[in-house]
């Protein structure tokens, strides 16, 4: 069982930049692909970023490529998401999840632990 901690959120206005992280208990931390999801009040869980478990491979989501960032510490069994140029739509708790499958998928279903989740407010 893993156990997933988001820190790192809070209130930003827009432009700014907050950095996430996701701390994982397990020791084996790189035998998981870690994702980044997200969920607004009213709305379906989005796909935010996924990355592989050596790091070498990121897929993004439409809406923050370019402005997102994601990045793993294999050693320090943490997941980062760096978010830059932050808008008001980004506004959401922000949920990191751990993929046992290498095979890389945006599905919310396929992801087997999350964490409790970390809400990001984005002022206008």
């Known amino acids: 069982q893993v156990q997933l901690v988001e820190s790192g959120g809070g209130l930003v206005q827009a432009g700014g930049s907050l950095r996430l992280s996701c701390a994982a208990s397990?020791?084996?931390?790189?035998?998981?692909?870690m994702g980044w999801f997200r969920q607004a009040p009213g709305k379906e869980r989005e796909f935010v970023v996924r990355?592989?478990?050596?790091?070498?491979?990121?897929t993004y989501g439409d809406s923050v490529r370019g402005r997102f960032t994601i990045s793993r510490d294999n050693a320090k069994n943490t997941v980062y998401l760096q978010m830059n140029s932050l808008k008001p739509e980004d506004t959401a708790v922000y949920y990191c999840?751990?993929?046992?499958?290498?095979?890389?998928?945006?599905?919310?279903?396929?992801?087997?632990?999350w964490g409790q989740g970390t809400q990001v407010t984005v002022s206008s």
């Open positions: 999840a751990a993929d046992t499958s290498p095979i890389a998928t945006r599905e919310s279903s396929r992801y087997d632990y």
């Open positions: 990355i592989s478990r050596s790091g070498g491979t990121t």
């Open positions: 397990e020791r084996t931390f790189s035998n998981y692909a």
